[in-house]
């Protein structure tokens, strides 16, 4: 069942609401400060699916602000981006990975703006779906705490930083279920060459 504020339908003019309704991956709009104004069921369904407890449900709620949602260190590249959609008109087409602990998936996500720079109608779509290809590493947390007692997320790609022997960065399943409560987030050197140059 979507949810939708008043105030944002007419802006949802053009757009088949029942179609996104309907639609298997999360399709929400933002006003353009950020603040949910329409989500449909894949919203919570995908939310549900990937371990949100009940909580999700409860604070994300329309009014809400999406930016809150994001890991700093990527808030102002969405930020960035979704303001340059809203002053030039254009979609933005942005490729992103979300992968669960046993599954890569890479989604494409298309931000169309909406009439008078009100907002942002932002629809996902499944890309890729397969199991991963990375060999899982054993979580040893001291293998990965770097000189201030922190483990390194990648808030991209969800990789942690090993810090010895040897930089490299691994993916461990059981962080991506449940991160550690020491974790920090920052991009590995393979996202940010790739999304962030």
């Known amino acids: 069942m979507r949810s939708v504020d008043p105030n944002f339908l007419p802006y949802l003019a053009g757009f088949d609401l029942d179609h996104l309704d309907a639609h298997d991956n999360p399709a929400y709009g933002i006003w353009a400060d950020g603040r949910l104004a329409f989500f449909n069921q894949a919203w919570f369904e995908f939310a549900r699916r990937n371990g949100a407890d009940a909580g999700f449900r409860a604070h994300w709620t329309l009014g809400a602000n999406l930016y809150d949602a994001l ?10 981006h979704y303001e340059a959609a809203l002053a030039s008109g254009e979609p ?3 490729t992103y990975e979300c992968s669960s602990p046993s ?18 109608l932002i629809v996902n779509a499944l ?15 001291h293998a990965y705490l770097n000189e201030h007692g922190l483990i390194q ?3 991209y790609c969800r990789r ?6 040897g930089e490299s960065w691994d993916w461990v399943p059981e962080w991506v279920s449940e991160s550690p409560p020491n974790t920090s987030h920052g991009i590995c050197p393979p996202c940010a060459g790739h999304h962030f140059a």
Not at 71 to 80: A, F, G, I, N
Not at 160 to 165: K, L, M
């Open 71 to 80: 890991p700093e260190v990527l808030r102002e590249h969405y930020r960035k």
């Open 92 to 94: 933005w087409l942005h």
């Open 103 to 120: 599954i890569y998936r890479q989604f494409q996500q298309i931000s169309y703006p909406l009439p008078e720079r009100a907002g942002l």
């Open 127 to 141: 890309r890729t779906s397969q199991p991963h290809s990375a060999e899982p590493k054993t979580p040893d947390s």
């Open 153 to 155: 997320q990648c808030a």
């Open 160 to 165: 942690v930083r090993r810090q010895a022997p």
